[in-house]
């Protein structure tokens, strides 16, 4: 849906598709008017999964203070690095929000290795997006990480286990 729901109209749907038990509803709503979502969370309890556009802790601040969403959907390249994600996941534990970073595959592997030994450390880890990479991309950035029957795991090279060509 990615914002293009009125804020009536996400209640409604999240309320309709309830007893499916949907992992989440992402960006129902644009995530910049954050006051649509305090609508949405009052009429469904199927979960919400916003702010693959946000950029620091202040853009989702409201949104995880007030327990308007349940899942951060940032990634480390927007949020300021590793420093930057840890300080909004840091913030989300004290809410229950859940990390659920954003992972498409025009974000460079070396950012997803990041993101992976990321979300490793992080306590309330909740899902990492992958969406894979073209065979070109990994000729250029060989990766010791794999992604196997859903669930991604480091390898064993030091660091993030990337190879620069």
């Not at 390249?77 to 913030?91: K, L, Y």
């Amino acid at each position: 849906m990615h914002h293009r729901l009125t804020p009536i109209e996400a209640a409604r749907f999240g309320k309709s598709i309830e007893d499916y038990r949907m992992f989440w509803m992402e960006d129902p709503t644009p995530a910049e008017n954050q006051e649509c979502f305090r609508l949405i969370r009052q009429h469904t309890v199927t979960p919400i999964a916003v702010g693959e556009v946000f950029n620091s802790i202040w853009d989702c601040k409201q949104l995880i203070e007030e327990q308007l969403i349940d899942y951060i959907r940032t990634t480390l390249t927007h949020a300021g690095g590793i420093t930057g994600m840890r300080r909004i996941a840091d913030f989300a534990s004290l809410y229950q929000v859940r990390t659920g970073s954003h992972g498409p595959s025009d974000l460079s592997p070396v950012c997803m290795a990041a993101a992976l030994h990321f979300d490793l450390w992080v306590p309330n880890f909740g899902v990492q997006e992958y969406m894979g990479y073209s065979e070109q991309m990994l000729e250029v950035f060989p990766h010791n990480w794999t992604f196997d029957n859903g669930y991604m795991h480091p390898g064993e090279k030091p660091g993030l286990g990337i190879e620069l060509r």
